[in-house]
């Protein structure tokens, strides 16, 4: 079956600092591939994505590309900020001609701290 | 436009009885699926309606689940006989071919089983 493992948290960072949470996947075939963040007190909401492989996925100075040979979507920034503090998801979705469907598989979550 | 929206927000209920969840998913999304986040699991998929059909309910954990969606719209997550492990944070999502089954989440239904 698919499965998502991330590192380990939590992480804590100093604000400016370089920020990498890997993630890499098993599945079958080709499927999308998303992180997901939680800030604190709120819903889900979708960071990126990428839909096949070398996609990079950007958004709010955060990126992570597709990497199909070594099966990873590793969460990247170059300088944290206070409000990058959240709870972070790597997530995979079955893939069909371009479309993700159906479920998500999460990885466990990483828990980023960053101090002023 | 409005999000994804659920009720309750948080739900205490005595071991034994039953609950309801509600779900409303973002006008038009034809997707809808039900999560489930608790500390020791994680977040674990429940199920996938397309439309009123559920193609995927693989992730139930017992016969104590069970979920409809009426309309292609609302959907109820119904937990029978509960029991304390049922005690997480309910997750709803929906999604449309459309913005490519990019799922928006809802805020969640805390459940607490005493």
């Known amino acids: 079956g698919n499965s998502v493992t991330q590192m380990e948290g939590p992480v804590t960072l100093s604000e400016e600092a370089f920020l990498t949470i890997n993630c890499t996947y098993t599945?079958?075939?080709?499927?999308?591939l998303f992180w997901y963040v939680q800030y604190p007190g709120e819903g889900l909401q979708l960071l990126l994505k990428?839909?096949?492989?070398?996609d990079k996925g950007s958004n709010k100075g955060f990126e992570a590309t597709y990497r199909k040979e070594t099966t990873s979507f590793h969460l990247e920034k170059g300088s944290v900020q206070v409000s990058d503090s959240a709870v972070y998801f790597c997530?995979?979705?079955?893939?069909?001609?371009?479309?993700?469907?159906?479920?998500?598989?999460f990885g466990q979550g990483t828990i980023l701290t960053v101090h002023p | 436009g409005a999000g994804v929206s659920q009720s309750p927000s948080n739900k205490v209920t005595e071991k034994g009885k039953d609950v309801e969840l509600r779900c409303d998913p973002i006008s038009g999304h034809t997707a809808l699926y039900w999560y489930r986040q608790s500390l020791g699991q994680g977040l674990e998929f429940l199920i996938y309606?397309?439309?009123?059909?559920?193609?995927?309910k693989s992730g139930l954990p017992s016969d104590r689940f069970s979920a409809e969606r009426t309309g292609g719209s609302v959907s109820t997550l119904t937990i029978q006989r509960t029991q304390q492990e049922d005690s997480a944070v309910y997750l709803c999502?929906?999604?449309?071919?459309?913005?490519?089954?990019?799922?928006?989440f809802g805020p969640g239904t805390r459940l607490t089983v005493t």
């Open positions: 999502a929906s999604s449309t071919p459309g913005q490519g089954y990019e799922q928006y």
């Open positions: 599945a079958t075939g080709y499927p999308s």
């Open positions: 990428a839909t096949k492989a070398d």
């Open positions: 309606f397309q439309g009123n059909s559920a193609p995927d």
């Open positions: 997530a995979l979705s079955p893939n069909a001609g371009g479309t993700s469907y159906g479920k998500l598989t």
